[in-house]
Every structure is written in structure tokens, then in C-alpha cells.
């Protein structure tokens, strides 16, 4: 099986958790589905296609920053002395929040389409992307390293190995990748999604359904043990695919 191996940098960059709002939180590595909608906006795909993604990477420190925040509410009308900014007859407010940053990111993703006849595709799309890739929010801007094809292939360590570097690792992996506890912190990420109408024929409301969300552990380093079979690539790099 292949996969598009890709490398990316980034300056400062908010994963946000879906939950903070305040304090705009972030993960220390971008969920599933955020890796996943940048490559189908970067392929311009108009259909979801299935991929699994294997996720690792480091960042130097983090900072919090303020941001400019817009609230509104629907079908509030215009009140002076309460709303900053008129909209027609609506009010807006606006004021200042906070938001977590990572600072000095680098990545290391494998993404492998279940449809294996989109690998060049994607690969295309990387190599001469129509637009500077955002990985985050809009302004996230990435600096592409490198992209390239590899193959996937499960080994037998016959050593220790170690993976310097921090990544998720499935729950299916927990207890392969050897005889030690793995210690790290545990998250429940989102991956895909259906779009579910829950309102009328003649007044369509439709929302996200997120499915299941995929347990997985952050580890900013671990050692896989010698007899364990796992998936590299050509490289030797190793693939939590999920």
C-alpha cells in the first residue's frame, strides 16, 4: 500500500478544541479531520474521500494572543449602548478574546486514501498547490517541505525503536507497540462527519453529525519494543495510521 508522506512547517498555529470558548484552546497536533479537509481543499475534491491519517510532529513552546471576537445572535436587533457595530437592524458586539498558540510546528503526516488510484493526485496537489495550504484556522498558513509517494509496509523490529518525536497513537495500538505501559495523554478526535437535515422539506436545517470519535494517546516520545510488528514506510519512518 502507499501513502503521501508530507513534511510541513508552521509559524503559529491554533488546532482548536471544540469545546474552549473563552480561552480559544488548541491540541498539540492537528485532529484527524483537520489534516482531512485540507487535503480535499487543497485536491479541490467536491465528494469526501475516505483516507487514513497517521499524525506526528513537535512544537518549540506556546503563547496565548488576543484576537478581535464578533458575537452576534439571531434576530437580535440593534440596541446603542449594547452593540458596537449595526448591521441593518441587527446588532453586533465585539470585543477581545484570548487564543492558545503553538510556536515553530513541524509535521509529519502520511495520508492513505482508501482509493489508492488518488495517491498522484494528491501528490499533484501538494507539489503545485493553487492557493497557500492553511492547516488550522484560515490564517494558518503551511510551508510545504516535502512531499513524496512511499510504500507501507509492516516489519518485525529486530530492536528497540525510538520515535523522537510526539504523535498520536490509536487505541488499536496500544497494546502492539510493546510490553511497557505507554504513557501519555489521552483524546477522543474527530474525524468524519455526516450532514443531517433535521428540519422540513419546505425548511431545511442541516447540521454536522460528527460520528464516533477515535481514541487515541499523545505521546511526545515513546520506544517500541524488538519483536513488535508495525508499519513503516520505505524510509523507516513509522505510520499510526487511523
Keep these: 500500500m502507499k501513502a503521501i508522506r508530507l513534511k510541513l512547517s508552521q509559524d503559529l498555529v491554533n488546532y482548536k478544541k471544540a469545546t474552549s470558548t473563552q480561552l480559544k484552546e488548541t491540541y498539540p497536533l492537528p485532529p484527524y479531520s483537520t489534516v482531512i479537509g485540507m487535503v480535499?481543499?487543497?485536491?479541490?475534491?467536491?465528494?469526501?474521500?475516505k483516507m487514513d491519517i497517521s499524525i506526528q510532529g513537535s512544537y518549540f513552546s506556546k503563547v496565548n494572543d488576543l484576537y478581535t471576537r464578533y458575537e452576534f445572535s439571531n434576530g437580535m436587533k440593534?440596541?446603542?449602548?449594547?452593540?458596537?457595530?449595526?448591521a441593518g437592524e441587527f446588532g453586533v458586539s465585539r470585543g477581545i478574546a484570548t487564543a492558545e498558540l503553538l510556536v515553530d510546528v513541524h509535521l509529519m503526516l502520511h495520508i492513505v486514501p482508501n482509493n489508492q488510484e488518488?495517491?498522484?493526485?494528491?501528490?499533484?496537489?501538494f507539489l503545485f498547490p493553487y492557493e497557500y495550504p492553511s492547516l488550522g484556522r484560515r490564517e494558518d498558513l503551511v510551508t510545504i517541505d516535502e512531499v513524496k509517494i512511499v510504500e507501507l509496509s509492516e516489519v518485525e523490529l529486530q530492536n528497540d525503536k525510538d520515535v523522537n518525536q510526539a504523535a498520536y497513537i490509536p487505541k488499536s495500538y496500544f497494546g502492539d507497540i510493546g510490553k511497557h505501559a505507554v504513557k501519555g495523554t489521552r483524546y477522543f478526535i474527530s474525524k468524519e462527519y455526516e450532514l443531517v437535515d433535521y428540519g422540513t422539506k419546505k425548511k431545511p436545517q442541516v447540521f454536522r453529525k460528527w460520528l464516533p470519535k477515535k481514541e487515541v494517546l499523545y505521546v511526545t516520545k515513546t520506544t517500541i519494543v524488538e519483536d513488535t510488528i508495525i508499519v513503516c514506510d520505505e524510509d523507516g519512518e513509522v505510520v499510526f495510521a487511523s
Design 40 to 49: 480535499h481543499a487543497v485536491c479541490q475534491f467536491t465528494e469526501y474521500q
Design 78 to 86: 440593534y440596541e446603542e449602548g449594547r452593540h458596537q457595530i449595526k
Design 118 to 125: 488518488l495517491i498522484s493526485v494528491i501528490e499533484q496537489a
